[in-house]
């Protein structure tokens, strides 16, 4: 399964929101699709699980949605440290894939 | 806390071989499988390989099948990560990686990684 995520860069301002999606090329079994945030010079980090569940310790601001092939994270009232790339990925009959990335900037 | 320290990365010639290390803490290391993951610079994230928690099954990506060995010590609380046939294009930050909150179909914890760089 081939993960797409769009768009490449979103160009945004702190307090913005920002919708990023990430398209399968085959239905995800059971939507276990997750998204990460990475920034500079760090390590991911996961954001949601299952397509929406947040993991422990991220804001609520963070949400995931969707099923199927398509899913969408969105980050309501954007701060200053969630400029960064997000990742999506998914388990499946290809083991675990990652999406190509879509860079959140100001 | 779980912590999850790599080691071993280098510069190597293409062609030459790299044992990569990840020393696990703070779970139980037998019960979890684990997972290296890797960036090339400037580049996205690919999953290499992962090993289920007794060792008895390793799963690998098409492009290090038959290069790349993946073992555990459960005694020592340690993954590795034997690479021979090293290409440039296996050039990376490798991390480790586990999903002990949410299941092995994510990657919960990552270590901050160790830089490999193969040179032509």
């Given at each position: 399964?081939?993960?797409?995520?769009?768009?490449?860069?979103?160009?945004?301002?702190?307090?913005?929101?920002?919708?990023?999606?990430?398209?399968?090329?085959?239905?995800?079994?059971?939507?276990?699709?997750?998204?990460?945030?990475?920034?500079?010079?760090?390590?991911?980090?996961?954001?949601?699980?299952?397509?929406?569940?947040r993991?422990?310790?991220i804001p609520d601001r963070f949400s995931?949605?969707?099923?199927?092939?398509?899913?969408?994270?969105?980050?309501t009232?954007?701060?200053?440290?969630?400029?960064?790339?997000?990742?999506?990925?998914?388990?499946?009959?290809?083991?675990?894939?990652?999406?190509?990335?879509?860079?959140?900037?100001? | 806390?779980?912590?999850?320290?790599?080691?071993?990365?280098?510069?190597?010639?293409?062609?030459?071989?790299?044992?990569?290390?990840?020393?696990?803490?703070?779970?139980?290391?037998?019960?979890?499988?684990?997972?290296?993951?890797?960036?090339?610079?400037?580049?996205?994230?690919?999953?290499?390989?992962?090993?289920?928690?007794?060792?008895?099954?390793?799963?690998?990506?098409?492009?290090?099948?038959?290069?790349?060995?993946?073992?555990?010590?459960?005694?020592?609380?340690?993954?590795?990560?034997?690479?021979?046939?090293?290409?440039?294009?296996?050039?990376?930050?490798?991390?480790?990686?586990?999903?002990?909150?949410?299941?092995?179909?994510?990657?919960?914890?990552?270590?901050?990684?160790?830089?490999?760089?193969?040179?032509?």
């Amino acid at each position: 399964i081939v993960l797409t995520q769009s768009p490449g860069t979103l160009s945004l301002s702190p307090g913005d929101s920002a919708t990023l999606s990430c398209r399968a090329s085959q239905s995800v079994r059971n939507n276990y699709l997750a998204w990460y945030q990475q920034k500079p010079g760090q390590s991911p980090r996961l954001l949601i699980y299952t397509a929406s569940y947040r993991a422990a310790g991220i804001p609520d601001r963070f949400s995931g949605s969707g099923s199927g092939t398509d899913f969408t994270l969105t980050i309501t009232r954007l701060e200053p440290e969630d400029f960064a790339v997000y990742y999506c990925q998914l388990h499946g009959t290809s083991l675990w894939t990652f999406g190509q990335g879509t860079k959140v900037e100001i | 806390e779980v912590q999850l320290v790599e080691s071993g990365g280098d510069l190597v010639q293409s062609g030459g071989s790299l044992r990569l290390s990840c020393a696990a803490s703070g779970f139980t290391f037998s019960s979890y499988a684990m997972n290296w993951v890797r960036q090339a610079p400037g580049k996205g994230l690919e999953w290499v390989s992962c090993i289920i928690g007794n060792g008895d099954d390793t799963y690998y990506a098409d492009s290090v099948k038959g290069r790349f060995t993946i073992s555990r010590d459960n005694s020592k609380n340690t993954l590795y990560l034997q690479m021979t046939g090293l290409r440039a294009d296996d050039t990376a930050v490798y991390y480790c990686a586990n999903g002990v909150d949410n299941g092995w179909y994510y990657f919960d914890y990552w270590g901050l990684g160790t830089q490999v760089t193969v040179s032509s």
